[in-house]
């Protein structure tokens, strides 16, 4: 689901009122973009190693709005203790300290490599004689390790690590709550997300309705993360889904965290804001590779990350993810021959509320804003497997554009849009002429729009999904996401246990699939799942089956998922996902749909689990 026209959008960031049984009233009309850029960035401090304790903490100043300050960044810093031998063994965790340059090697390195050999038990025998100055490779292809130099063990020395040790180098954790108050909620969220961690987090994603006060949330969150913890996040629809289950009130009050923990992690955040206009495709471009490129250079990446996770206001994302693909492209094609093997990431949602009315915010570190790109870095030493598919097949029904502009059709095969669609599903919506969006929303949740992109790993077909929401008197049809003339589009369809169920099979398949790790060694997952199939689920009563689903598909792994009005996620295949788009100028390799579900899972793929220095 997303939202283009229908939804109002304002701007300049004013706090909301205290949260009660209703939504806070729509903010003032945001002023138009300018050009002045505006960056935060806290002061690096090393993490102290102490137990967390969220409710002991002293108040932190209260964020301030962001009126013409258009961007906020943010990063942590990285952390390189030494570790300390136990009797000549050490654990993965003090190798992967030592310093030194990265590698990204693979087995295959390490075996034709004429000092070290690999057994086929998975044992890494360095002969410290021959190499007296070498360094080990990583374990697997699209694994960073940090380097060490063989010469500095005693001969005989034997290192362990395995997937025990793995999992602890990155740990995720989630927490949520429904209670009214917002600082109550964070509090309680924290509480649990942090509960037995000896650090801080590198980086905090925060999702809530939008009956919290964003200022109060941001004030609170960066009391209990601290002061060098990247925090973003954004508005969610009525609900958040984790491992625990659906976190929501029948005032529809909700907030969840999604924390990571990772010494070595890298993380930056920055947030530029969008043009007043959603047909102002440059300038939309323009923010969502200005807030990309902050955040790549503040989170100290060398190279490109492993994922850029984004929120932004619906209504023009395709251009956000322009120039987010132009940065990430520039940031590869600079790597040259060090470029990793592993493909940048990008994914991510928009910002909602509970009821289409315009309401929704962004969150980045100090400030909010109701009308902006957020961008944020996520560099860990976990794999990352994206998945972005929907719940839906195509039916008999198809047809091409014959013409269209930005987000409206008005032509298929020649004739009325909104009469061939109404034709192919059969049941009018234009009986009572231009009734309030949500009339369209619920009727047409079912049977989308979608153009076939290619085929995913599994061999299923994958279709980017656009969501009618209004047909206009002259016979167009409006949706959330751009089309083009020229393409042929299909009637997608879906009934409510196909909505509900089809996301853990088919994520569960993928990740069988195609991921560099096993299910055991999923850390953690990052979710979106389209507002609109939330609202179609959770009036059935079944959304908690959605969340089991997902639990079931990662390994029962800690997992956030909140609900866009916009799903962004890299199509499964290399055709360009907005090639057929009016005004797009640049090439993209990520899409932008509606009824969607977008995944990242977060995993270790080692293969070594012993080294012995000879």
């Given at each position: 689901m997303g939202s283009g026209a229908s939804g109002q959008k304002d701007g300049q960031g004013e706090a909301t009122s205290p949260p009660g049984a209703t939504e806070?009233?729509?903010?003032?009309?945001?002023?138009?973009?300018?050009?002045?850029?505006?960056?935060?960035?806290?002061?690096?401090?090393?993490?102290?190693?102490?137990?967390?304790?969220?409710?002991?903490?002293?108040?932190?100043?209260?964020?301030?709005?962001?009126?013409?300050?258009?961007?906020?960044?943010?990063?942590?810093?990285?952390?390189?203790?030494?570790?300390?031998?136990?009797?000549?063994?050490?654990?993965?965790?003090?190798?992967?300290?030592?310093?030194?340059?990265?590698?990204?090697?693979?087995?295959?390195?390490?075996?034709?490599?004429?000092?070290?050999?690999?057994?086929?038990?998975?044992?890494?025998?360095?002969?410290?004689?021959?190499?007296?100055?070498?360094?080990?490779?990583?374990?697997?292809?699209?694994?960073?390790?940090?380097?060490?130099?063989?010469?500095?063990?005693?001969?005989?020395?034997?290192?362990?690590?395995?997937?025990?040790?793995?999992?602890?180098?990155?740990?995720?954790?989630?927490?949520?709550?429904?209670?009214?108050?917002?600082?109550?909620?964070?509090?309680?969220?924290?509480?649990?997300?942090?509960?037995?961690?000896?650090?801080?987090?590198?980086?905090?994603?925060?999702?809530?309705?939008?009956?919290?006060?964003?200022?109060?949330?941001?004030?609170?969150?960066?009391?209990?993360?601290?002061?060098?913890?990247?925090?973003?996040?954004?508005?969610?629809?009525?609900?958040?889904?984790?491992?625990?289950?659906?976190?929501?009130?029948?005032?529809?009050?909700?907030?969840?965290?999604?924390?990571?923990?990772?010494?070595?992690?890298?993380?930056?955040?920055?947030?530029?804001?969008?043009?007043?206009?959603?047909?102002?495709?440059?300038?939309?471009?323009?923010a969502g590779a200005d807030a990309t490129s902050q955040a790549l250079t503040l989170s100290r990446v060398d190279g490109p990350p492993k994922l850029v996770w984004l929120h932004c206001a619906p209504g023009c994302e395709e251009a956000v993810l322009a120039g987010v693909e132009r940065v990430v492209a520039a940031a590869t094609q600079a790597a040259g021959t060090e470029a990793p093997a592993y493909r940048t990431v990008i994914a991510g949602g928009s910002s909602a509320d509970n009821s289409v009315s315009g309401k929704w915010w962004q969150l980045c570190n100090e400030q909010y804003h109701r009308n902006a790109v957020v961008v944020c870095v996520i560099h860990t030493d976990a794999d990352v497997y994206p998945v972005f598919d929907s719940c839906y097949t195509a039916t008999a029904h198809s047809a091409v554009i014959t013409r269209s502009e930005g987000r409206v059709i008005f032509e298929l095969d020649g004739k009325p849009a909104s009469e061939v669609y109404n034709r192919w599903t059969g049941f009018s919506m234009s009986d009572t002429p231009r009734p309030p969006p949500d009339v369209y929303l619920a009727p047409s949740t079912v049977f989308p729009l979608g153009r076939f992109v290619g085929t995913d790993i599994t061999g299923s077909d994958v279709y980017s999904l656009m969501h009618p929401h209004r047909m206009e008197n002259d016979g167009s049809l409006s949706l959330f996401a751009n089309v083009g003339s020229g393409s042929r589009v299909s009637m997608m369809a879906a009934n409510t246990r196909q909505i509900t169920r089809e996301i853990g099979a088919r994520l569960a398949q993928s990740l069988r699939k195609g991921a560099t790790f096993r299910e055991s060694a999923i850390v953690g997952s990052l979710l979106v799942y389209c507002a609109g199939c939330m609202m179609h689920v959770r009036a059935e009563g079944m959304l908690d089956t959605v969340a089991q689903q997902i639990k079931s598909a990662t390994n029962h792994a800690p997992f956030l998922c909140l609900h866009p009005f916009g799903e962004q996620g890299r199509l499964p295949t290399t055709e360009n996902s907005s090639s057929n788009l009016n005004k797009n100028k640049f090439v993209q390799q990520t899409g932008h749909g509606n009824l969607m579900y977008s995944a990242v899972v977060f995993g270790f793929s080692a293969a070594v689990t012993d080294v012995h220095i000879l």
């Open positions: 806070p009233a729509t903010p003032p009309r945001k002023a138009p973009p300018t050009a002045a850029v505006h960056a935060h960035q806290h002061q690096h401090q090393q993490q102290q190693h102490h137990q967390m304790s969220p409710n002991a903490s002293p108040k932190a100043q209260p964020p301030t709005p962001s009126h013409s300050s258009p961007r906020s960044v943010h990063t942590s810093p990285k952390n390189n203790a030494a570790g300390a031998t136990n009797g000549g063994q050490r654990t993965f965790n003090d190798m992967r300290r030592d310093g030194g340059s990265s590698h990204s090697s693979g087995l295959k390195t390490v075996a034709g490599s004429k000092h070290a050999t690999l057994t086929r038990d998975g044992v890494v025998k360095i002969d410290v004689r021959t190499a007296p100055h070498s360094s080990l490779p990583a374990p697997a292809p699209s694994f960073q390790m940090s380097s060490f130099q063989a010469s500095s063990f005693p001969t005989g020395s034997r290192m362990v690590f395995g997937q025990e040790a793995l999992h602890a180098m990155t740990e995720i954790a989630t927490g949520a709550s429904s209670l009214p108050g917002t600082e109550e909620a964070m509090r309680a969220a924290c509480r649990s997300a942090f509960s037995g961690k000896t650090k801080k987090p590198g980086i905090l994603l925060v999702y809530a309705t939008v009956l919290h006060d964003p200022a109060v949330l941001l004030q609170v969150a960066r009391e209990l993360a601290g002061p060098a913890c990247v925090i973003c996040g954004c508005s969610t629809s009525q609900c958040a889904l984790t491992e625990r289950g659906v976190c929501s009130s029948e005032t529809m009050h909700a907030m969840a965290v999604w924390a990571c923990f990772d010494e070595t992690g890298r993380f930056g955040a920055a947030s530029a804001q969008l043009p007043a206009s959603d047909d102002n495709y440059v300038a939309a471009a323009d």
